[in-house]
C-alpha cells in the first residue's frame, strides 16, 4: 500500500485548468519547440493541447507559450518566461504536497499506530 496525491490548480468555482497533464504538455513543449509535437508525443490531439494551454493562460492571466507561424525556417512553440516560472513553482508546490502526503501517511499507517488502535478494542 502506498500514498497517492494528485495536484492542480482550480479557479474560483473549483474547476481545475492547470496540474500534471499541462506541466508535462509545458515540458514537452520545452523538449520539441512546438505544441503540435508536444501534442503528438503524449498522444493527444491539437485541439486538446491548445485548449488546455488557453484555459490555463485565462485563468492566469498570462501566456505559457508563444507561437511562431510557419516560413522559411518553420513555426513552432517556446515556453514563456512567465511560463517557465509557473512550472517551477508547480514542481516545488507538487513535490512539497507529496512529502508531506508520505509523511502524513507514514504517521496514520505506521506499525505502532496499528497496535495501538488494535489494542484499544
Same mark, same amino acid.
Request: net charge neutral; glycine share 30%.
Given at each position: 500500500m502506498q500514498p497517492m496525491i494528485h495536484v492542480f490548480l482550480c479557479d474560483d468555482e473549483g474547476e481545475r485548468f492547470f496540474g500534471e497533464g499541462p506541466y508535462r504538455l509545458l515540458k514537452q513543449v520545452e523538449e520539441c519547440g512546438s505544441l503540435r509535437q508536444a501534442a503528438i508525443h503524449m498522444g493527444m490531439a491539437y485541439t486538446k493541447a491548445l485548449k488546455l494551454v488557453r484555459r490555463a493562460e485565462g485563468q492566469l492571466g498570462f501566456p505559457l507559450i508563444e507561437c511562431r507561424t510557419g516560413g522559411?525556417?518553420?513555426? /513552432?512553440?517556446?515556453?514563456?518566461?512567465? /511560463?517557465?516560472e509557473l512550472m517551477k513553482q508547480y514542481e516545488s508546490y507538487r513535490n512539497a504536497c507529496r512529502e508531506a502526503n508520505r509523511r502524513i501517511f507514514a504517521e496514520c499507517f505506521s506499525p505502532e499506530r496499528k497496535a495501538s488502535s488494535d489494542s484499544d478494542r
Open positions: 522559411p525556417r518553420g513555426g /513552432g512553440s517556446i515556453v514563456t518566461a512567465q /511560463g517557465e
